[in-house]
């Protein structure tokens, strides 16, 4: 679908489950706090054909658009991009993201959502994407920046990961006309 530097995002398809479930279990430890009912549906090959599935139904369905981002050449998975909470009447989504160990401090995820923002604003008809992120995430917080999403507000309480308190969040918008 879209390629850059040496890299491909594709939406997702029956056969990523395997790549998606390994991706998973090694990054676990990165994962398990902001995504953990994504970890928790691929912790084993069985667990990710499912989430494969019902991935893939809900992108069919336009309720929810997962991509892979690959290493074009080997195939290996290096990250996953969400859009999701889509709100067609509102024409609203939202952005979550998440890059592999091997891959991170590449630019890859930045680069990798600003060739989704025409699919969100074009393809989907998107007029506002957001991005919610944990004020201690500098990474995910840069890649908001890079690509032009200004800050909103914060959301108070927003978010809990397993096992904590609940979490303030930053949300950061972007609107279709400032692009």
Known sequence: MIQFDGFEINPIHS??????????????DRLKRYFPKTLEQNLNPTLSQ???EKKVKAFENKS??????????????????????????????????CIGYPFEGQGLTSKSIEALLQYAFET???NTLQIIVHKDNIPS??????????????LDKSF?????IALDMEL????????
């Open 15 to 28: 056969g990523d489950a395997w790549k998606i479930c390994d991706f998973m279990v090694a990054n676990a």
């Open 50 to 52: 499912f989430f494969v």
């Open 64 to 97: 929810e658009f997962l991509f892979t981002l690959k290493k074009s050449e080997t195939r290996e998975l290096a990250g996953l991009i969400y859009i999701k909470e889509i709100d067609l009447d509102n024409k609203q989504g939202e952005f979550a993201y």
């Open 124 to 126: 989907i008809g998107l």
């Open 141 to 154: 917080i840069r890649v908001a920046k890079k690509n032009a999403f200004k800050w909103q507000k914060t």
């Open 160 to 164: 809990t990961p397993p096992g904590e």
């Open 172 to 179: 950061y918008e972007l609107y279709k006309n400032e692009r």
